[in-house]
Structures are given as C-alpha cells and as structure tokens.
C-alpha cells in the first residue's frame, strides 16, 4: 500500500519563527488533507489540496503531485500552533479513506 | 451544522465488558469512518461505510470488533469483550462523497477508552 513519510519528526520554535513541514508519499495520489491535532487531541482540518498552493492567514500549503510531495509553512508561530500536524493520503485512485502520516509534533515556546 | 459528534468522551471499563462507541456524521455526508489512534500504530482505518453500507472493515482488528450504521445519522462501533490492547482514542470522520471536495473528511472530537 502507499507510504506516507513526515519530516522533521519533531520540532522547537521559538514564538515568531516560521516553518516548514514536509510529506512524502510513494504513489500518486488524487487528493491530500493536512490536519492539526491539538494538545486536547482534536483534529482540525487544515487544507484540503490535491494539488497547487492554498494559504489560509499564516499557514499556506503547497502540493505537487507529480514529484509525491507537499509542504506546510507555519509563519510567525504562536503557541497555539503547538501539537501534531499530519497529512493524509488516499490509499489508492478509487479510495474515500485516508492513510495518514506519522506527523510531525510541533513545540511552539513563547 | 454541529460537526461530528462522538459519545462518549472518555470510558473507562474493566477487562471483558462490552463498550459501545456512538457517533452522528455530518448531515448530508454519505461516508463515515471509524480512525484508531495509538501512539504505537498512529491513526489507521477501522471500516468505512457508504450511504450506511459496510464498504471496508479490513481493519477492524478481530472479531470482538463490530460496527453497524443504522441510518444516515448514527453508527456504532462496539468491542465484546474488551482487553486492555483495545485502549486508544477511537476517531468517528465523515465525508460529503460528492462535490468538488467529496472526499474531504471531518473528524469527530474522539472517544478515549481505557480498558482496566
């Protein structure tokens, strides 16, 4: 089945500083979604992008599906961007489901 | 609309009782998703339903594990007996299934199991 890889596994920022997450995935897909999970354990959607650049305030995403990638930019962290970002494939061309990542635990300190 | 609603937040219950999970999906969505996180195994699909027809239950790890949708606007997922292994938070997701956006999924708050 597919393989979906975080990167970095975790990260520390101080208040202010931007970033950028990665995932990878071993075959094309037709759709991507990331999530926020927060330390209460909610999931939140972030960005539903199969393909193309979304922004949305300070976070923007950007997909390219031919190369099997997709990138999350956190600008001007805050402590509330704290906890678990994941992204979400479908396992196949025919599938509704989703096979997420491993995320990528965020620490924003103030 | 409200979102997904997952009852109860937390259980607690002792080895070998049954426990019941409910969820309602979003209203119109015609799929719904049972995820399980663990922090060994991460999220992993459970089963998914279409218009409240089983289309996936590949996941669902044995036969202790159930699911059923009765109607559009409820589903259950029920472990009998449970074993302290079946402690995770157990995810409810739904999925409108048309549209431009049709496989965008809306994930529930989580039911946290404890199994003692």
């Known amino acids: 089945g597919i393989q979906v890889e975080q990167s970095p596994p975790d990260l520390i920022l101080q208040e202010g500083a931007n970033s950028t997450l990665r995932c990878n995935f071993s075959d094309s897909v037709n759709n991507l979604q990331w999530f926020h999970q927060n330390p209460w354990g909610q999931l939140i959607n972030l960005f539903y992008?199969?393909?193309g650049t979304k922004q949305n305030g300070r976070l923007s995403a950007t997909t390219v599906a031919t190369e099997r990638y997709s990138l999350l930019y956190i600008s001007s962290s805050q402590t509330t961007d704290s906890g678990v970002y994941f992204c979400?494939?479908?396992?196949?061309?025919?599938?509704?489901?989703?096979?997420f990542g491993p995320g990528t635990r965020l620490s924003v300190l103030p | 609309d409200a979102g997904v609603i997952q009852s109860p937040r937390h259980e607690v219950t002792e080895m070998g009782q049954e426990v019941t999970l409910r969820c309602k999906p979003i209203?119109?969505?015609?799929?719904l998703f049972w995820y399980r996180q663990t922090m060994m195994r991460g999220l992993e699909l459970l089963i998914y339903?279409?218009?409240?027809?089983?289309?996936?239950d590949s996941g669902m790890p044995e036969d202790r594990f159930s699911a059923k949708m009765p109607n559009a606007s409820f589903s259950t997922l029920k472990i009998q007996p449970s074993e302290p292994r079946d402690s995770a938070v157990y995810f409810c997701?739904?999925?409108?299934?048309?549209?431009?956006?049709?496989?965008?999924?809306?994930f529930g708050q989580g039911t946290r199991l404890t199994v003692v």
């Open positions: 992008i199969p393909s």
């Open positions: 979400a494939v479908p396992p196949d061309n025919y599938g509704q489901n989703f096979v």
């Open positions: 997701a739904s999925s409108p299934g048309e549209g431009s956006r049709s496989t965008e999924a809306f």
């Open positions: 339903f279409n218009n409240n027809v089983p289309i996936d």
């Open positions: 209203s119109g969505h015609d799929y």
